[in-house]
């Protein structure tokens, strides 16, 4: 076994055309009925869609996703850490189960952009299959998104984006949400709203994701079925923070926590009722050597507490 | 009530030869015997030394340590902070006493290096005072040590020193260390030598300061005296963390936690006995503004992982 997982990316063989497959393990079976079964997620929030001339992901409908692999090093690097994280020994089955999208490989897919020239996508859960009504966040993790090795410009990239949201000073930014309200009404924040969001507007979108109301308002009738009890939000980051307190496997730079839950189903099934926690995007992890990802952990006590400050104000 | 910290200092007069004392309580009555008592600390591990031509913190051997307030405006900072720190109402008790450097006002000194020129001190608890052979740890905690509104030649600053040093990977780095071993023999590494210092570094300090041996060695004797048992670093730091994970009032950019404990009298008083876990310098604390102090809560939390993998370590 390969333990570090910088030894582990440097160990596979480079993409090319005659060899898009450079993972470990076969790739997973298509479980489409047809290529022309995949399709452009309704519910996506944040990252590139896919259109006509854009990679985007795709779902099959039967509860997978297919991501392509990002430019440059980043596609290998999130294969290659999936790779690594879904064998690796010391992960507790439970923290992989419960809180990370489950890992079937790579597949070579057609793509609209370059017919003729096939791209290699990971094939992960669908975390929203099955949600009728999905409301769904995507918040974006830690006061700094770069790893400390990285090129001056990219850090000087990130550095400005970190500075600009509300990264520096709230440990974590809200990068995409879809709120679904009273008769199915849909509220979706368009980037640059999301972009411009202060300390305040965070706070007024953790807000407005657990209300049943369509307009402006926000009622939170939903943040103790949502965000509280047994099996809400803010237990689940709880788990996950215990989690990361130990942890020095892994650094996720960058990494993103996405909530999702049942705007239908959650009155009905109670506190808790189909409310998802999962980490996504790992494109830029590193490996941890030995040391906790203070700054991951730093940021999600931070909307740790933002949440259970909604939970406790609500009634 | 001034609410806000940012608002007291603002309040502030500004200091001048006119009005040196610009805080709103009356100076400490002076404990020393006489000004000629005032000494440099012998322990001190971090920061300015008084000398012939030099300003530096003075202990009067009756308990107090006179800081001299730094220059710009950083002085007023920290003497701001611990004005509104001091008399806050939402700070519990047990938080401030067993943390946090007791606070007696101001005083002016006369100096050696401006005769004529008395230059005005924040009055403090010695945190040293009673131990006869003190073994010391400065530790700055936080990724990040630049406040999010800083002018942008001391972000660069600071962020230089903070990837150059182990700030950035650790979310902490040690600042000074003085550690009393066998028969009294002290090692002191100096500022190249603790600047220096990598992940490996940092761990191998962490293991010589509880450790019995004058060479460089370590055997980790006093770590279940020092670090662990109750009363111990450990179960301090974690009672810190407890508060961390709540408190959003200040932001404490820059500020250290100082360890310190007896090596005479460690081994006798069994575990927990004199060690002590102190916050220090607060010129660059900020306004918590309802958030927490992600930064160094998650610096918080990877010192006490690389503590507690020591404790666990020692047989």
Known sequence: MISRFADLVKSL???????????????AAPRARAMSDLRAPEHQVAGHRASFNKLGPLVDGAGLLYKPLQAGDRGEQEAAFYEAFSSHPAIPRRIRDAFFPGFHGTRLLPTAARPGEPHPHLVLDDLLAGLEAPSVMDVKIGACTWPPASPEPYVAKCL??????????LGFRVSGARVVG??????????????????????????RYVSSVADEGADCALAPAVYGGEGGVLSQLRELKAWFEVQTLFHFYSASILLGYDANAVAAAGPGGGVRVKLVDFAHVVDGDGVIDHNFLGGLCSLIKFISDIVDETP
Do not use: C, H, Q, Y
């Open 13 to 27: 063989p480079r993409r090319s055309p005659a060899n898009p497959f450079f993972l470990l393990r076969p790739p």
């Open 182 to 207: 009273a008769g199915g009404a849909v509220w979706r924040p368009e980037r640059p709203e999301i972009k411009a969001l202060d300390t305040a507007g965070v706070r007024r979108v953790l807000r």
């Open 160 to 169: 400005a984006k970190d500075r600009g949201s509300t990264s520096v000073v």
